[in-house]
């Protein structure tokens, strides 16, 4: 069965440093993947995706995650934090070729401090 | 504003008490999903429609769950007799649903349910 895991439920960085937030998956076979934000009392929000190509993925605000299928991994990366960054992400997986259930990691809360 | 729309936003009830919340999809997405999310925990996948039929159901969904798209457009979603391991923020998502899609979901601002 498929499954995400996000590691580090709390990543707490300075203003300007670089945010990495790691996400793995299990799958049998190739994945779409996909990052989102939620922000407090919010709905969910895309960052980016991967379905298939270019295994670096370019999203909004400044974000970018790269697939590795040999490391089962989809860490998402931002050069230069900003306030306007803190929030929540989600790391999911769904099943090339599925009714397009994905399926959530349990999150990772982004602070930033200036 | 033709993002996914969900009502009420907030919902404090009594254990016991039915409750329903609705979700307007985008309006061209024939497929609907409802997700639970509770504190400190990513959303949970309940259930999904096709058009107004109910495709699949998660184990999540107890009998006192009730989902419908009747006309294949909006979505209710009732919980009856609720108990306090009910509250959390209901997740509505749509899309459409292409074959070879990449399944994006795009998602409602969700409905928070407090059962004291």
């Known amino acids: 069965a498929q499954s995400v895991t996000q590691l580090g439920s709390h990543v707490s960085v300075s203003e300007g440093a670089l945010v990495l937030l790691r996400c793995n998956y299990s799958?049998?076979?190739?994945?779409?993947l996909f990052w989102y934000v939620q922000y407090p009392n919010q709905g969910l929000q895309l960052l980016l995706k991967?379905?298939?190509?270019?295994?670096l993925v370019k999203g909004i605000n400044g974000f970018e995650a790269e697939f590795k299928k040999s490391e089962t991994s989809f860490h998402l990366t931002k050069p230069s934090a900003h306030m306007s960054d803190a929030a929540e992400y989600f790391c999911?997986?769904?099943?090339?070729?599925?009714?397009?259930?994905?399926?959530f990691g349990k999150g990772t809360k982004l602070s930033v401090k200036p | 504003d033709t993002g996914v729309s969900q009502n009420p936003r907030h919902k404090i009830t009594k254990r016991g008490q039915n409750v329903t919340f609705r979700c307007d999809p985008i309006s061209e997405h024939n497929r609907l999903y409802w997700y639970r999310q509770t504190l400190g925990q990513g959303p949970e996948f309940l259930t999904y429609?096709?058009?107004?039929?109910?495709?699949?159901k998660s184990r999540l969904l107890s009998d006192r769950f009730s989902a419908e798209r009747p006309k294949g457009s909006f979505s209710t979603l009732e919980i009856q007799r609720t108990e306090q391991g009910d509250s959390a923020m209901y997740l509505c998502?749509?899309?459409?649903?292409?074959?070879?899609?990449?399944?994006?979901?795009?998602f409602g601002e969700g409905s928070r349910l407090t059962v004291l």
């Open positions: 998502a749509s899309r459409l649903g292409l074959a070879g899609g990449t399944g994006e979901l795009f």
């Open positions: 429609f096709q058009n107004e039929a109910q495709l699949e």
């Open positions: 991967y379905t298939t190509g270019a295994t």
């Open positions: 999911a997986v769904r099943i090339g070729g599925s009714q397009g259930n994905l399926i």
């Open positions: 799958s049998s076979v190739p994945p779409y």
